[in-house]
C-alpha cells in the first residue's frame, strides 16, 4: 500500500501514532480532533490497507452499587441489621414484626447465624463479617465471591465499558519515516481552479470506488406498523373512514347483536376472556332477544330456547372487530357508510408459530341502497390488489351474522393459494334489530396473516418482538 492510495485522514492518523506507538481512540480523537468512532473508522481502513496500523477492542468491567446497595452499606445487610436486634431467645412472631424480617430470616438461617426450634430463633454463636459484607464497603468495589453475591441480590450492578486501542505496526512505521503528504486536500474541482489551472497543484481527495461505505442505519418504523399504516392509507383512498372503540365489550354488542347464539362454542370460556362484572345493555335491546327466540319480526324462527338478559350483560375482551361495525352501524343508521376499523382483538389460543392469544383484525362495512355481493367481492379484490396480491378468488364460507357468505384467498408464490380471513352481507337477524332499511356489506380480515405474507415470515411472533436486527434488515417496502 502506498502513501498516495491512503486518505487525509489516514495519513493524519499515522502521523499521530507515529511518536506513540498505541493510543486509545479516544486519546486519538483529541488529537485529530475527530470523534473516537471516526478514529477507530480510519484505523480499520489503515488495517485493510496493508496493515499499516491494528485495533483491539477492549471491554472494561466496573462495578456499582444499586440505590438499595448504598444503603445497606451505610446500615448493614438486613440479616445483620436483624440479628442485632436478637438479644437472647425471640419468638418468630415478634422477630417478624421487624420491618426486614421478611428478607433477612432467611439469610440468617442459610448463614448459619441463628437456630429456629419450636417457634423461637437464639443466636447460633459468632456471626463474623462475610466477604459479601466486605464487598459492600470496598471503594472501589472490585470482583470476587463477594461481590458475586452481592450481584445475585441485586445490591451491585456491573457495567461494560468498551474502548479502541489503536496501534502502528512497523508496515506503518515505515510509511511515516518516508515522508506522508499532510495537506489538505480538495474534494471538488472548482470552476475557478480551472481557469486559474490551481487544480494541477492540489491534493485532490482519492475516492475508492472498490470499498463500501459506512452502512447507515436510520431510523425505522417498525415493519408490521408499516403495513398497517399501509392497509389504512389504502382504505382512506378507497374513501372509507376509520372507526374506533373499547377493548372490553359487553356480550350484546360482541355476540347477541351479530345473532350468534349464547350457547355458540366460540362463547365458551376456552375461546373468550371474561372481565368480571356486568355493563348496562343498550336501548332495544329486547328487539334482539325476540330476534335469537322467534325471529321477531322477520321470516326468521330465531335460534329457539330462551335468551338470557344475564348473558348479554357479561363483559368480555372483544374476540372479533365487528363488534365496532355493529355499534357503529347502530349509531349511524342511514346510507351511505363506508367504515374500517384495524383493531387489536383476543381469543384463549395456545401460543404457536401461527396462534396468538392477541392479534389485530381489519375490519370494514358498506351500506348503501342497492348494494350487492358482488360490490363486496370488487371492494376486497380492489383492496388485496393495492396491497400487492393480484390475484384473488372467493369461495363460500359460514358465519352465523352474514349470509352469502365467503372466505376470500390470495395467491402467494411459493405458497399457492392463502385463506385470509372472511366477509359476507348482514343477515336480516343483524340488521333489523337495529332498523337498518339497506344492505350491509362486511368483512373482517387477519391483518397479523397479511402481514406474515408481506414481510415472508413463518412465524407470527416475530411481528410482535423489537428485533433490531430484523428491523434493521427488512425493507420499508414489503414483498410485491
Avoid: C
Avoid at 267 to 275: G, L, V
Wanted: charged share 25%.
Amino acid at each position: 500500500m502506498t502513501k498516495s492510495t491512503l486518505s487525509l485522514n489516514e495519513r493524519r492518523l499515522l502521523a499521530a501514532l507515529a511518536p506513540l506507538g498505541t493510543a486509545d481512540a479516544a486519546e486519538l480523537g483529541a488529537i485529530l480532533g475527530a470523534a473516537p468512532d471516526a478514529v477507530v473508522q480510519y484505523a480499520n481502513l489503515l488495517a485493510q490497507n496493508g496493515e499499516l496500523a491494528t485495533v483491539e477492542r477492549v471491554v472494561e468491567k466496573s462495578y456499582d452499587l444499586t440505590d438499595e446497595g448504598r444503603q445497606y452499606a451505610e446500615k448493614g445487610l438486613p440479616e445483620r441489621q436483624l440479628l442485632a436486634s436478637i438479644g437472647g431467645p425471640t419468638p418468630m412472631a415478634e422477630l417478624k414484626a421487624h420491618p426486614l424480617a421478611s428478607i433477612g430470616i432467611g439469610w440468617l438461617r442459610r448463614k448459619g447465624w441463628v437456630t429456629i426450634r419450636e417457634g423461637v430463633v437464639e443466636r447460633a454463636g459468632e456471626a463474623p463479617e462475610g466477604e459479601d459484607e466486605r464487598a459492600l464497603l470496598a471503594e472501589p468495589l472490585t470482583d470476587g465471591p463477594g461481590l458475586r453475591d452481592l450481584l445475585k441480590r441485586g445490591l451491585a450492578v456491573e457495567r461494560e465499558t468498551v474502548g479502541y486501542r489503536v496501534a502502528i505496526t512497523p508496515a506503518g512505521r515505515t510509511l511515516v519515516e518516508a515522508g506522508l503528504d499532510l495537506r489538505e486536500e480538495v474534494g471538488q474541482i472548482t470552476h475557478e481552479m480551472l481557469l486559474t489551472g490551481t487544480w494541477r497543484d492540489a491534493a485532490l481527495r482519492r475516492y475508492r470506488v472498490d470499498r463500501l461505505p459506512r452502512r447507515a442505519v436510520p431510523g425505522k418504523i417498525h415493519p408490521y406498523q408499516r403495513l398497517l399504516d399501509e392497509m389504512r392509507r389504502i382504505l382512506l383512498e378507497m374513501g372509507f373512514v376509520e372507526m374506533g372503540g373499547e377493548l372490553v365489550q359487553t356480550g350484546f354488542w360482541n355476540f347477541d347483536a351479530l345473532f350468534q347464539p349464547q350457547d355458540h362454542p366460540a362463547r365458551e370460556m376456552q375461546d373468550t376472556f371474561y372481565i368480571g362484572g356486568e355493563a348496562d345493555l343498550p336501548d332495544g335491546w329486547e328487539k334482539v332477544r325476540r330476534m335469537h327466540e322467534h325471529g321477531g319480526e322477520t321470516t326468521s324462527t330465531g335460534w329457539g330456547g330462551i335468551w338470557q338478559e344475564s348473558k348479554a350483560r357479561q363483559q368480555v375482551l372483544r374476540t372479533h372487530a365487528t363488534a365496532l361495525s355493529i355499534q357503529y352501524l347502530a349509531a349511524h343508521p342511514a346510507p351511505p357508510i363506508k367504515a374500517f376499523a384495524i383493531g387489536r382483538v383476543f381469543r384463549r389460543e395456545a401460543i404457536d408459530p401461527t396462534h396468538t392469544p392477541e392479534f389485530e383484525q381489519l375490519e370494514g362495512i358498506v351500506m348503501d341502497e342497492g348494494v350487492t355481493f358482488s360490490h363486496l367481492l370488487g371492494f376486497l379484490r380492489e383492496f388485496y390488489s393495492r396491497l400487492g396480491f393480484p390475484q384473488v378468488r372467493f369461495r363460500p364460507g359460514y358465519f352465523p351474522y352474514t349470509e352469502p357468505s365467503v372466505e376470500p384467498e390470495v395467491y402467494v408464490e411459493g405458497l399457492g393459494w392463502v385463506e385470509l380471513g372472511g366477509a359476507g352481507v348482514f343477515r336480516e337477524e343483524v340488521t333489523v334489530p337495529l332498523g337498518l332499511e339497506h344492505p350491509v356489506l362486511a368483512w373482517g380480515l387477519g391483518a397479523s396473516r397479511l402481514a406474515m405474507l408481506k414481510l415472508g415470515l413463518k412465524d407470527l411472533r416475530q411481528l410482535y418482538r423489537s428485533d433490531i436486527d430484523w428491523i434493521r434488515e427488512t425493507p420499508i417496502r414489503g414483498r410485491r
